[in-house]
């Protein structure tokens, strides 16, 4: 449906299709040519099916199944149905050139790389990775996939809602089940799921989407909810990359100790021949969880121990919160007393009664407000995932392939950029902000019918837009 705010858009909507178009086109050698630097015989068919793909997909109307994506094309189902499930194009190199032609509005160094998860609820049990599996989207465990996905953001400026975000990947994560159990090899086959494919946790493919785009952008640190902050592991090989961080970790599973306590090395410690043994702390040092601290800071009751601050503007107010930070060493067993190499800012929130926390690795010169202002850069992750569903349908695809749910999930990226690089060049309003996504493809439906009329139709264009926007008005109550 079309905003009322399009008076947000201060830039000549036809421009729209003509960007539409120079954008898709510049990702046909990676929808055409193999890895091996090969094309095959109907390659012009598949990007000609691409193209009305892209196309379906901006376009404005409920339902972004192959159904409803032949019927806003004009085009056969089976056609869109052989790009999709049965055509040789390789999603990963499409993703890979998505990242290599970040536009520099994008590829800034205040950027964060955000990695998350993202569930698409489903009926039946047949689809490539479906099951009973948690879904943020509903707060509880139920029928669906689940995809990990890698963003970049550059925080807004003065305004939350002024925030960029650029989709840089996204994969299908598989349950165990789905990989190892005899009981799925039907449903295997049935999927076509390749036969490399191994189980990996979500926190690792996390770490492969990272490491294809990490050298290629721009970015300050990487970001993550409790998922993948929670996982040693990950944090490890984002520090072995050098890799900064600020992940929020579970306030009661994390334990540390002050960063200054006194660490022991057991004599065995580089003994030749022996395995190293853990360093530890001292007995008469407590290791504490994020909670412990907040609560302790609370009941010192001191003045300055917690600091007021906002972040940003919000849509609603100011966006503040208590916050607290102190240098720490992450433990790693409690009962032995052993600790790790991981060193750095324990960052404490209060809000409302309720704390949370993030693990800070790499940005020990930043200030408390730039830390408690990158901890928030989730949210529009958050967003990405509900406009991705909303306006591109990224999780109407019906089909149950592998192939097939990672081709249609890489398009929709593809038009998710799109409408990204058209909102960041836009101009801001009266008000200094910028137009919201759903206004820019509010903006480029209303263009795609008035094309129609007058392209298809030969009608006038001022007749054009009347008739657009009256039908709009009837169907949407818009304008």
Request: with cysteine; glycine share 8%; net charge negative.
């Amino acid at each position: 449906m079309v905003s009322t705010n399009t008076s947000a858009l201060n830039f000549a909507d036809r421009e729209f299709l003509l960007n539409r178009d120079l954008f898709i086109r510049s990702f046909r050698e990676s929808v055409t040519t193999k890895s091996n630097g090969l094309s095959w015989p109907h390659a012009r068919n598949t990007w000609q099916a691409a193209t009305n793909y892209f196309t379906g997909v901006l376009k404005p109307g409920d339902g972004k199944h192959m159904q409803g994506l032949s019927n806003r094309m004009d085009t056969p189902q089976e056609r869109l149905q052989r790009f999709i499930t049965d055509s040789p194009w390789e999603h990963d190199a499409v993703q890979t050139h998505l990242i290599n032609t970040t536009p520099t509005r994008f590829d800034a160094d205040d950027a964060i790389l955000n990695v998350d998860g993202v569930a698409m609820l489903k009926d039946g049990t047949q689809s490539v990775g479906v099951g009973r599996q948690y879904a943020g989207c509903v707060g509880k465990v139920a029928n669906c996939q689940v995809a990990v996905d890698l963003t970049l953001t550059v925080p807004g400026d003065t305004y939350n809602a002024n925030q960029l975000t650029w989709p840089l990947g996204m994969e299908l994560y598989l349950p165990e089940d789905w990989v190892s159990a005899e009981g799925y090899a039907d449903r295997r086959e049935a999927v076509e799921l390749p036969d490399d494919i191994s189980f990996r946790t979500k926190p690792q493919i996390a770490l492969d989407l990272i490491n294809r785009a990490r050298s290629s952008v721009s970015h300050a640190c990487v970001g993550g909810d409790t998922g993948f902050g929670d996982s040693r592991k990950f944090r490890a090989q984002l520090r072995e990359w050098n890799e900064p961080y600020i992940l929020e970790v579970t306030t009661s599973e994390l334990r540390v100790v002050p960063e200054q306590t006194p660490i022991e090395y057991p004599e065995d410690y580089t003994g030749p021949g022996r395995t190293p043994t853990d360093p530890r702390y001292f007995e008469d040092v407590s290791a504490s969880s994020p909670r412990e601290l907040a609560e302790q800071i609370d009941n010192k009751d001191e003045e300055g121990s917690w600091t007021d601050l906002t972040w940003r503007e919000g849509t609603k107010g100011d966006l503040s919160a208590k916050f607290a930070r102190q240098r720490v060493r992450v433990v790693k067993d409690t009962q032995r007393r052993a600790v790790t190499e991981e060193t750095g800012w324990l960052l404490l929130q209060k809000r409302d009664g309720e704390f949370k926390s993030w693990l800070c690795w790499g940005v020990d010169e930043w200030s408390l407000d730039r830390l408690a202002l990158y901890a928030h850069q989730r949210w529009p992750v958050e967003q990405f995932h509900r406009e991705s569903k909303q306006i591109l349908g990224i999780n109407d695809f019906q089909g149950r392939t592998w192939d097939g749910w990672h081709h249609h999930v890489t398009v929709v990226l593809l038009g998710y950029g799109f409408l990204s690089t058209e909102r960041a060049r836009s101009e801001k309003d009266e008000t200094g902000a910028l137009p919201t996504l759903p206004e820019v493809a509010d903006t480029i439906g209303r263009e795609h019918g008035i094309h129609y009329l007058v392209n298809e139709l030969g009608m006038d264009r001022s007749l054009a837009e009347e008739a657009v926007t009256g039908l709009l008005r009837t169907l949407f109550g818009k304008t």
